[in-house]
């Protein structure tokens, strides 16, 4: 293929990421079918993906793949063809198809891990693991000096003492004004974000728009490769390890942030990756080593995208992600609304149901449960990922209501809903769990009245308020909800017996001789409820109590046994929460705060301390324990923020 060939299919693809981004997915697919060129394919193939990925949508899967599968042949063949020509770029012939060829695969990869499976992530690394030498030669050859002379996107236009993501390699900068660009996904340009221009700028700045695909499109892939296998549960990891590869996380984001800084496709979405990524950090891992600097990249990462794609649900979703991580969930909850509501276009509706989904955990962090068990319905009109999980969060809703007919009635459609929605054939984790839970309450209803009929009234947990507990719901909430919950959780029998500020001195008599709970399933997962809201409200001595009242019930737990490892988990959490808020930061970016040495010495042992309460939390959550992949994960990314923690304590 000609290069003027190559250079008008690449600025005619850029109208169709255009629409895709701001979320008028139909013209955008309409666009990349006007042509057969590798680029259109690729664009055809992420549309899929998006929507496979964004809507759990294993027909979409199919199509991803496939589309992926053709955009790879049409590049191969145009790689055969650029190695019988001279190269238009500084780099070697075809080294931009190589590039696509890349791209499939790694796409084709995530596909195969969206079933949250540990066959899922196995099959993942498979297919990764064909990529991995196309990887590392495109980054050695694109950058065989590695990536300190090279941008990543700023937080303010004076000049930053440090890269925007972490790295030990980091590099002096200068700051200058982004410039628009021309060509393939020029139009993607800068919104007027100021970012770290390289010292030198003549090996780290694209020349045209095939050059900057290569370099932001290796930056993306081999960040993201490197990215993906770093929070892959320990067993695959294990394997990883036993084959020879290791990955890199910091090298991971620095070459994603490397990405983004660009204007080309690639950069949009290392940015996206970024955001998510952070988002996860920020819901899932409890305890963050410098949280405000997470947000501070989080916030550059949405106005650097979200300036050109105002009408895009991606962002939209991310800014009030945002919001909802700095505590303002009621303005998250607005931005969230106005999304929905506002003129814009409305094709691209797996991204919407993100949008949703997210309003609807929102307003359950709200104590809203009127609103968020309509959001949590209105899912399922818009993708048909887990229905049941879905009608499971909205029944507890309800029950926090005392609305037991709507509790009901959504419980009772549950059982054919969970054999209904399969990926690769076997239940998702959380209908595993939704499984064991509806038997254990029709069990204990039978036990006490002798039948199953009327079983809700049996449940007096929340199972909405238990699940969230996987997605960390009550870490992020104000102090007056975290009374909200102690209240409800403490009217409950037997009364808990531990004191703390919002336990009352004083229960009323009970009703009945029967106790609510009385089962340690239902009395360990009331302590860790407990122990989270009271961690979150700042009582900590009461939350280790609460928290090791969970954990001492270990032997007696007959069906959930994930409790004893996620308790460990926020156990470690404890640690470092209530570490911080009384010895202090020790270091938060620009504002480094000094330790004396008894502090860096008390710091020093908590992190330890912590670190074995994880390798006991993974320990009692082996592959057999429900939603194990989930606390897996969680696991590894706090890892990370404790050795984040440790380099800055040595250091403060």
């Known amino acids: 293929m000609a290069a003027e060939d190559t250079a008008r299919d690449l600025r005619e693809a850029t109208s169709g990421f255009d629409a895709l981004f701001s979320n008028d997915i139909d ?58 020509a001279p190269s238009a770029t500084r780099f070697p012939a075809g080294t931009e198809w190589e590039l696509i060829i890349s791209d499939a695969v790694i796409l084709h990869a995530l596909t195969l891990a969206l079933s949250e499976s540990y066959m899922g992530y196995l099959q993942c690394f498979y297919e990764l693991n064909k990529a991995h030498s196309k990887f590392a030669r495109l980054y050695k050859t694109v950058f065989p000096g590695g990536l300190d002379n090279y941008a990543t996107p700023a937080t303010s236009k004076t000049t930053s003492p440090a890269p925007s993501v972490r790295s030990d390699s980091s590099s002096t900068h200068t700051a200058t004004p982004t410039k628009q660009r021309s060509g393939f996904f020029g139009r993607f340009g800068a919104s007027n974000l100021t970012v770290q221009r390289a010292v030198n700028p003549v090996s780290s700045t694209p020349d045209g728009p095939v050059e900057e695909l290569i370099m932001s499109g290796t930056a993306f892939g081999y960040g993201l490769f490197n990215l993906v296998f770093s929070l892959l549960p320990a067993t695959v990891r294990g394997v990883v390890g036993f084959l020879g590869f290791k990955h890199d996380r910091k090298l991971a984001l620095r070459a994603l942030a490397v990405s983004a800084n660009q204007t080309d496709v690639h950069a949009v979405f290392a940015g996206l990756v970024l955001m998510t990524y952070y988002g996860v950090v920020l819901l899932l891992t409890g305890y963050q080593a410098d949280g405000q600097h997470i947000l501070k990249q989080y916030r550059a990462m949405i106005d650097h995208v979200e300036a050109r794609y105002p009408t895009g649900s991606l962002w939209i979703l991310n800014r009030a992600k945002l919001m909802r991580m700095s505590y303002d969930t009621p303005g998250a909850i607005k931005v969230l609304q106005g999304g929905l509501e506002g003129p814009r276009p409305q094709s691209f509706r797996q991204a919407d149901g993100l949008i949703i989904f997210e ?257 006991q939390a993974l320990s009692l959550s082996p592959q057999s324990i429900d939603m194990s992949s989930r606390l897996d994960s969680r696991i590894t990314m706090l890892r990370d923020e404790i050795a984040t923690k440790r380099e800055m304590v040595e250091k403060a």
């Open 27 to 84: 013209n955008a697919r309409e666009i990349f079918k006007a042509t057969n060129s590798p680029f259109h394919l690729l664009g055809a193939g992420v549309c899929a993906f998006l929507e496979a990925a964004l809507g759990m949508e294993s027909g979409l899967m199919a199509e991803a793949t496939k589309l992926l599968g053709d955009a790879d042949a049409g590049a191969s063949k145009g790689l055969s063809a650029a190695k019988r």
């Open 359 to 615: 309003l609807a955990w929102c307003l359950l962090s709200q104590r809203r449960y009127d609103e968020a068990a309509e959001m949590f319905v209105k899912i399922t009109e818009i993708n048909s990922w887990s229905h049941a999980t879905y009608y499971f969060i909205a029944a507890g809703c309800y029950l926090s209501l005392q609305n037991y007919e709507k509790a009901q009635k959504l419980l009772d459609a549950v059982p054919d809903l969970l054999e209904k929605k399969k990926i690769g054939g076997k239940d998702l984790p959380t209908e595993v769990w939704i499984k064991k839970k509806l038997a254990f309450y029709k069990q204990k209803q039978e036990r006490l009245t002798g039948s199953e009929a009327d079983w809700i009234k049996c449940i007096k947990i929340s199972p909405a308020e238990e699940l969230g507990i996987f997605w960390n719901t009550h870490a992020r909430i104000t102090a007056d909800v975290c009374e909200e919950h102690v209240k409800d959780l403490c009217v409950l029998t037997p009364y808990p017996t531990i004191q703390s500020p919002l336990v009352p001195t004083k229960f009323a008599t009970p009703a009945s001789d029967s106790p609510d709970l009385d089962t340690a399933d239902e009395l360990a997962v009331r302590s860790l409820l407990l122990g989270i809201v009271h961690r979150t409200a700042g009582h900590y001595p009461a939350s280790r109590e609460f928290l090791l009242d969970s954990l001492s019930m270990q032997k007696q737990i007959k069906v959930s046994t994930w409790l004893p490892g996620v308790a460990s988990f926020e156990m470690a959490v404890l640690d470092l929460k209530e570490a911080e808020a009384t010895l202090g930061a020790g270091g938060s970016g620009s504002e480094k705060v000094l330790l004396d040495e008894q502090d860096r010495q008390a710091w020093l042992k908590v992190l330890k301390k912590a670190s074995e309460q994880l390798d």
